[in-house]
């Protein structure tokens, strides 16, 4: 888990493609037709596999601590830009729109559709197939409206991929410690 990020190509039509502006943590594993966006940062442990089909990680998308992206034939993993990612949340071969927030745990399953702005609760499940729409919180199992986000909420959940950019900066800068 420490050491470099595990980036791997299958084939040569299969070769990861990230942006010189991304930033991978140690631990990181990004195998197959994964194309990640500027300043996207994918955090420790997290797994971007793509033998299937692709996965794509757009601009400022924070992908925290061990979480899953994998993809399906003909049901790729998509997030767009801003997207943020609770620790160990799961996407497996669906979409996620811009600005949206997977929380903690949560898992999104196969041609689900998460619309932007909105918030996915801690330990979700999306059903595959689940059309979720725009600013709205989902929570349960499986996971269903509970209700529109405020305008607080909205302010609160906003500032996520802005916070992530920053730590994603602070921990780039950092230096190992010596092994004892």
């Given amino acids: 888990m420490y050491g470099m990020?595990?980036?791997?190509?299958?084939?040569?039509?299969?070769?990861?493609s990230i942006d010189p502006t991304a930033w991978l943590a140690?631990?990181?594993?990004?195998?197959?037709?994964?194309?990640i966006g500027p300043s996207a940062n994918i955090w420790y442990g997290s797994v971007l596999r793509a033998d299937d089909e692709r996965?794509?990680?757009?601009?400022?998308?924070?992908i925290q601590d061990l979480c899953c992206l994998h993809a399906d034939p003909g049901e790729p993993?998509?997030?767009?830009?801003?997207?943020?990612?609770?620790?160990?949340?799961?996407?497996?071969?669906?979409?996620?729109?811009?600005g949206a927030l997977i929380g903690i745990g949560a898992i999104v399953l196969g041609g689900a559709?998460?619309?932007?702005g909105t918030v996915v609760a801690a330990g979700a499940v999306?059903?595959?197939?689940?059309?979720?729409?725009?600013?709205?919180?989902?929570?349960?199992?499986?996971g269903r409206v509970v209700r529109e986000l405020t305008d607080v909420d909205r302010a609160n959940f906003?500032?996520?991929?802005?916070?992530?950019?920053?730590?994603?900066?602070?921990?780039?800068?950092?230096?190992p410690m010596p092994r004892w």
């Fill in 26 to 35: 140690p631990g990181v594993v990004v195998v197959g037709q994964v194309r």
């Fill in 126 to 142: 999306i059903p595959p197939g689940a059309k979720i729409p725009a600013g709205v919180l989902v929570a349960g199992v499986p």
């Fill in 5 to 16: 990020p595990f980036i791997a190509a299958l084939d040569h039509d299969d070769t990861p």
């Fill in 158 to 175: 906003a500032g996520t991929a802005e916070r992530y950019l920053a730590k994603a900066e602070r921990h780039r800068a950092s230096r």
């Fill in 55 to 62: 996965v794509e990680v757009g601009a400022e998308c924070n």
């Fill in 77 to 98: 993993a998509i997030l767009e830009d801003r997207v943020s990612l609770g620790h160990k949340a799961t996407v497996h071969g669906a979409y996620v729109e811009s």
């Fill in 113 to 116: 559709r998460i619309s932007a």
